[in-house]
Structure formats: structure tokens, C-alpha cells
């Protein structure tokens, strides 16, 4: 099995993680080295990683570095040590189906790590998981809601256990259909799956959209002449200087105006809503 490290500069993550994960469905290690630069660590087999040249063509100058190396035969153990349990706003524990379930009043959130990306360790879904709270305290944990690019299901399976219902969980990759369903089984929730591409296929329409995207994507969402207009939209995967943009093509497109904005290591995600809905409590 081969570790490949891979640095960038910050500014150029979103654009990075992007190209990366279409080498990595099995999951990527994101790493702050510094304020500047940010490292993304892939797994796999010497075929099946991309090498130095395919890196450059991709990533371009924002690519700093990489290192790649043999690791031992206890990598599945150290893969294991590096999912820890996450607790998200105090209201769920999200861990893989090796650790103890969650203590307290804590909402148990089972998640496989390594069949598709998105494991609840990644601040852009942690802040999601923070806004789907913020809507169940605001009384707003109800109506349909659809998570777009479920990846592991874990937005999805959150606002099931909170009380949206029915929910859906789109997804262009077959891995990431495949990996919700099988966690919403290990979590006793049920979702209604689809593979789609997001970009050009007809998507359902829901009270609530949850878009752990990234900002090109869902700009591109913001702007198709189809999109359903939810009541309620998260959307995350957002730099700092991105969101605003988009509130203003969400606002003018969609009369979705900000109600709550959080962020993470560089990362925003925003909670909108109609301008008929009353107000968000943060």
C-alpha cells in the first residue's frame, strides 16, 4: 500500500480536493500544515495513485509537494486511528462502527470511513451538522430535505435522526450510493437514493437542500434555469471570499436570503431561507 502526501497552498484547496478525490474515492486525509498550505493524504495501490506528472497537469502551481512512500503492513490500523469520534454541537456523535456508542443524550451517527468521501471529520460537514441543528432548535426540523453529493450519507442520515422526513440522498458517484445505503442501514434510518448528475439531470424537489459542495458546483446549481427553489438551503464547501457571491445569485435567483454563516479552518458554510420563512434562531 502506498501513502501519497500531497501539498498546495490554501488559497487553491477547493480546486485541489477536487481533482484529488477523483483519484480517491477510498477517502482523502486532509492535513494544516500552516496557514498556507494544507495537505491531502491519498491511499492506494502504486497503480492505482497518480503520478507526479498527472498531479502537475491537474493541480497546476498550486501544487508545493508530494511524497510518496511504502507504508507498513499495519496501515489499516493507523487508518483506523486516524477516524476518531467527532462530537458535533453537542447534539451528535459521529464515529466509525469500531468505537463505544455515543454517551449521554448524544444522537449515535455511524459512519464507515473509506467507501466514499465524507466521514463527519471534514470541518465542511461539521458545519452542515452545526446548521441542521441550528434548524431543529429553530423548530424547522420537519418537511422533505434533500442532500446533494451524499458522499458517506452522513448529512443525510443526521437529518433523519432530527426529524426531517422524507429525505433523499443524490449522488453522481455509485460508491457514495452504495456507502449511504449501507450506513443508513448500520444507522436504522431510511433514505430515498439516487444516482444523478447534479449539473445536468432533473433534481427533486425538497423543503430543504443540504449542498456540501464545493463553490463552483454550486454556483452552477444557483444558476440553472430548473433548480428547485427550496424554503430552506445549506450550502457548504465555500472558501471565505466565496460566499458572498454566491448569497447574492441565491438572493437574486431564488429570493433565498442569510439567516446564519459558520466557519472552520478557512472553510464557510450558510444557512438561507426563503424570505416568507420566519426567522432562523442561531
Avoid at 471570499?241 to 454566491?246: F, K, P
Wanted: hydrophobic share 45%; glycine share 6%.
Amino acid at each position: 500500500m502506498i501513502r501519497l502526501a500531497v501539498r498546495v497552498l490554501r488559497d487553491d484547496a477547493e480546486t485541489a480536493l477536487h481533482e484529488l478525490l477523483a483519484f480517491s474515492p477510498a477517502g482523502v486525509e486532509e492535513l494544516d500544515v500552516d496557514e498556507a498550505t494544507v495537505e491531502y493524504v491519498l491511499y492506494g495501490t502504486p497503480g492505482a495513485l497518480p503520478s507526479q506528472a498527472t498531479l502537475r497537469a491537474r493541480i497546476g502551481d498550486a501544487l508545493l509537494a508530494t511524497d510518496s512512500r511504502e507504508i507498513a503492513d499495519d496501515w489499516q490500523e493507523r487508518w483506523r486511528a486516524f477516524h476518531q469520534p467527532v462530537t458535533v454541537a453537542q447534539r451528535f456523535r459521529v464515529r466509525a462502527p469500531w468505537h463505544a456508542s455515543a454517551p449521554g443524550e448524544l444522537i449515535d451517527l455511524v459512519i464507515e470511513p473509506g467507501r466514499a468521501f465524507g466521514t463527519g471529520a471534514h470541518a465542511t460537514t461539521r458545519l452542515c451538522i452545526e446548521l441542521l441543528v441550528t434548524l431543529e432548535r429553530s423548530g424547522l426540523a420537519r418537511g422533505s430535505l434533500l442532500d446533494l453529493g451524499c458522499g458517506s450519507g452522513v448529512l443525510a442520515i443526521a437529518a433523519a435522526k432530527l426529524g426531517f422526513a422524507p429525505v433523499a440522498a443524490l449522488d453522481n458517484d455509485p460508491l457514495a450510493i452504495e456507502a449511504t445505503a449501507a450506513n443508513a442501514a448500520a444507522n436504522g434510518v431510511t433514505l430515498e437514493l439516487c444516482e444523478a448528475d447534479l449539473q445536468a439531470d432533473p433534481l427533486p424537489a425538497a423543503e430543504t437542500i443540504v449542498a456540501n459542495l464545493l463553490f463552483e458546483p454550486l454556483l452552477a446549481l444557483a444558476r440553472r434555469p430548473e433548480q428547485p427553489r427550496p424554503r430552506r438551503l445549506i450550502a457548504s464547501g465555500l472558501l471565505a471570499d466565496q460566499a458572498d457571491e454566491l448569497v447574492r445569485e441565491l438572493e437574486r435567483r431564488h429570493q433565498l436570503r442569510e439567516r446564519a454563516r459558520r466557519s472552520e479552518g478557512g472553510w464557510l458554510a450558510l444557512l438561507l431561507d426563503r424570505n416568507d420563512d420566519p426567522r432562523v434562531s442561531s
